[in-house]
C-alpha cells in the first residue's frame, strides 16, 4: 500500500468512526485509572501521609501531568467527533 494514497485514504474514511470511538474509550479508562490514583483517592485509600513515601510527591506530579496531556487529547477527540 505505499505509495496509494487513494486506497489509505480510503480506509481512513471507512473506518474513522469505528476508530474514534475506540481511541475514545480507551482514553476515557486511561482517565479513569488516573482518578484512581490522584493524591485524594490515595490518601483515601491509604491514610498515611506523603512524607513516608518519599517517591510520592513524584509520583502524584507525573500523574497530574500524563493527565492533562490526555485532556488535551480528549479535546482534539470531540474536535474530530463534531
Known amino acids: 500500500m505505499s505509495g496509494d494514497e487513494g ?9 474513522f468512526a469505528q476508530t474514534l470511538t475506540v481511541l475514545r474509550k480507551h482514553v476515557d479508562y486511561l482517565m479513569n485509572e488516573l482518578d ?6 490515595w490518601r483515601k485509600t491509604f491514610r498515611k ?5 518519599p517517591r510520592l510527591p513524584l509520583i502524584l ?3 497530574n501531568f500524563v493527565r492533562g496531556i490526555f485532556e488535551l487529547v480528549q479535546q482534539n ?3 474530530m467527533a463534531s
Open 61 to 63: 506530579r507525573h500523574n
Open 49 to 53: 501521609v506523603s512524607s513516608s513515601h
Open 36 to 41: 484512581d490514583l490522584s493524591e485524594s483517592s
Open 7 to 15: 486506497t489509505k485514504q480510503y480506509y481512513h474514511e471507512q473506518y
Open 77 to 79: 477527540l470531540d474536535g
